[in-house]
Each structure stands twice: as structure tokens, then as C-alpha cells.
């Protein structure tokens, strides 16, 4: 099985509608991560946890909430989704106590469109 | 702030033929870690190699070597004897130590025709 686990893969959705991605991860990392990849921009990242009680904005956090239910878990929502919201998702983990090195493993990654 | 620039948005090389994708990255940091991942067609992200800012010798690992040059603030990758399942997007990245932030750059394109 995947040590990190995105669901939906895929997913088409209105203008408008609430959407709720989901990660999870069996590592047993405490840092979690979610990133967007739109063509020819990289990855930007929208949030990101050091662990259950903690949440930071990144870069791009407009228009996006998260919620770390678990260590284990870590959602990320679209209260209204737009059209430029249509990219690809991805979440990571990594582990501060791995000599610091903090290397992030990405999961599968979920394509969003939005119409 | 960070920056990671990678110059070369696509690369078309030939099967067997060398390539050297080239990252060039900004930080005030004075340790840090520099990392380079492949996306393959189907589209996951794999972890190919990190290096720290402390550490300039170069690595190799079978077809792979990466230059890392603290002078120039150059983590270069190059691949030999290029293959097909080479084909994907290879990005390079910047985290300071003790920060898992990444910054990725906007990665590369490679196509490996036969």
C-alpha cells in the first residue's frame, strides 16, 4: 500500500460547490503539507501542519481551509470553488526527526476541474 | 526569500544521448538543503536526491549525477546515456535547515525520443 494516500484522484466540480480533498499517510510523519500544481508554475504551497495543533497559511491560502484531524490526516478544502482553482493537488509528509533533513514524500496527487 | 530558477523549460534529447538540467537557486540562508524530484507522465512526485549546503561533493548513483557548486548557487543535474522512462518534469528545490518549507522551481521538461 501507498505510505501517502490522496482521495478523489479525480474530480469535477461546479462553480460555486464545496469540495473537500483528503490525505492520508501511514509514515507516521507529524508534518503534512498541501501543494497545487498549476502547467509551467511549479508547485505552490497552499497550507501546511508541524502537527495536530498546528496550522500555517502557505503562499497561496486564499480561497482555501484545512483541517488536520489526525496526525494521520489532513484535508483540504474549497469552501466556493472558482475555475482557477482547477490544478492538480498534491500532499506531502516528512519527518523532522530524520536528521533534520525534513524530505518531503508526496502522494498521487488529485486533478480538480472546476466548471 | 528564496528562489530556485530552472532556466530550461523544456529539453528534446535523443536516446543515449547526455543531458544536464540546470538549477540555479537564492537564499540568505547560510545552510540549507537542495533537492531535485521527477514527475513522470503519470504524474507522481518521486524524491530523487538531497543535498546539504555543507556537502559540495558530487553525487552519482548509476545513470545520475548531480553537481553542486555553492560558488556559482548551482545544483545541477545531469543524466547519462539518457533513456525513454527518462521522460518527465524534473524540479529542483530549496528548504533552509530547520524549516521543511520547500520552494520548488518551475521545473523541466524532458522528452527522451527513441
Known amino acids: 500500500d501507498a505510505d501517502v494516500t490522496q482521495t478523489p484522484r479525480n474530480r469535477i466540480t461546479k462553480t460555486g460547490k464545496r469540495i473537500m480533498l483528503e490525505c492520508s499517510q501511514t509514515?507516521?510523519?507529524?508534518?503534512m503539507y498541501w501543494y497545487r500544481q498549476d502547467p509551467g508554475l511549479g508547485l505552490q504551497l497552499i497550507y501546511y501542519?508541524?502537527?495536530?495543533?498546528?496550522?500555517n497559511k502557505g503562499e497561496i491560502s486564499d480561497g482555501y481551509s484545512v483541517s488536520r484531524q489526525a496526525q494521520a490526516k489532513f484535508s483540504l478544502s474549497l469552501e466556493s470553488a472558482i475555475p482557477n482553482q482547477t490544478a492538480l493537488y498534491f500532499c506531502?509528509?516528512?519527518?523532522?526527526?530524520?536528521?533534520?533533513?525534513?524530505?518531503?514524500?508526496f502522494g498521487p496527487g488529485t486533478r480538480l476541474t472546476v466548471l | 526569500a528564496q528562489k530556485v530558477t530552472q532556466a530550461q523549460t523544456e529539453i528534446s534529447v535523443v536516446e543515449k544521448e547526455d543531458v544536464t538540467l540546470d538549477c540555479v537557486y537564492e537564499t540568505r540562508d547560510t545552510t540549507y538543503y537542495l533537492f531535485w524530484y521527477k514527475q513522470p507522465p503519470s504524474g507522481e512526485l518521486v524524491f530523487l536526491i538531497r543535498?546539504?549546503?555543507?556537502?559540495?561533493q558530487n553525487e552519482i548513483s548509476g545513470r545520475y549525477s548531480w553537481n553542486f557548486q555553492k560558488s556559482t548557487s548551482s545544483f545541477n543535474f545531469t543524466i547519462t546515456a539518457s533513456q525513454v522512462v527518462d521522460s518527465a518534469v524534473y524540479f529542483c528545490?530549496?528548504?533552509?535547515?530547520?524549516?521543511?518549507?520547500?520552494?520548488f522551481g518551475k521545473g523541466t521538461m524532458l522528452l527522451v525520443s527513441p
Open positions: 528545490a530549496l528548504s533552509a535547515i530547520g524549516y521543511s518549507t520547500l520552494t
Open positions: 509514515k507516521g510523519h507529524d508534518r
Open positions: 506531502a509528509t516528512s519527518d523532522p526527526t530524520s536528521g533534520g533533513t525534513h524530505t518531503q514524500y
Open positions: 543535498r546539504n549546503s555543507f556537502d559540495e
Open positions: 501542519s508541524f502537527d495536530v495543533k498546528d496550522i
